[in-house]
């Protein structure tokens, strides 16, 4: 790769980064400021990935987390009870297994949902 394409691309990965920041921090929705930008949303998107996969690289490899490598067990379902009596307007989901409960709230954030999903798939 020559010197030439580089700096394009480092320049691009720049003007995307200030863009994605720009963005982030109008607090619109991101089609609402991608409307307003002339900006595609498959292109926001994409160089949303590639910022984080670069940033990822960029980590030391021992400072990467430790995932541990888990064998998929087959689909498994479960019956659920549809049930109102403990449901308050702040909870969005009760999971009941076996004498487990586990409530996530509306407020909860996107980050701490997929960290449960997480725990529960490498459980069952």
Known sequence: MDHLTVATDSQKLSLWIGRIWECRASNQK??????????????????????????????PAERKPKVPIVALKPSMF???????????????????????????????????????????RHLC
Do not use: M, P
Request: glycine letters at 2%; charged letters at 20%.
């Open 78 to 120: 479960a019956e659920v009870a549809y049930t109102t009596a403990n449901f308050s307007s702040s909870t969005a989901v009760i999971l009941r297994l076996g004498n487990t409960t586990l409530e996530i709230q509306n407020a909860a954030d996107q980050e701490t949902i997929e960290n449960i999903l997480r725990t529960i």
């Open 30 to 59: 991101v089609s609402d400021w991608c409307t307003a930008h002339d900006v595609s949303i498959k292109s926001y998107y994409y160089w949303l990935r590639k910022i984080k996969r670069e940033a990822f690289d960029a980590i």
